[in-house]
């Protein structure tokens, strides 16, 4: 294969800035209040998944996982508080019940506007994208080329959308 290689480096990175952007959504998913804002996210993290199934249906899977620039604040999401006592959780493991306090699972999770949520989908595609162009260059073959042009064509769609939803909610 090699020789046939050049250009797989770039793709598998931006492969891997969408996978982060699905697990980023999905996480941000889990632990949003509003349903709508869980919608929100859940568009976000489903339009990810597919530009990262594109990418690596080209590039293959790499149990390296490529060195790239951080776009996703996870840690934003990755602790949780208690807003009634203050008690910290991990979100892989939101509890049911606060086990400091006994509040519902209602307790930890996260306020946001959808207006706040839409303009974090379209914050984070847009680095994606900027990211995404600079590896066309670097890639050679047209079967990789058309794959990026792909995935960049549902990153667009996913940035329009969000574009959108935030002018609806400013507007309301
Ligand atoms: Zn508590």
Redesign the pocket.
Known sequence: MKGSTRGVGAIREVAQLDREGARFFHQANLVAADPRVKYIFGRAAEEYERAAKVLTSVAGKTKRRPTVPKVFPFEDYQRLE??????EAEAEELPEM??????ARY?FEREMTQSAAWDLVARTTRKVSTFARKAVPRVSKEGMKAALAEAMAIRKGLLAEAKEGKAREDAS
Not at 82 to 87: K, N, P
Not at 98 to 103: Q, T
């Open positions: 208690c807003y009634v006592c203050g008690y606060c086990p400091s306090c006994g509040a307790a």
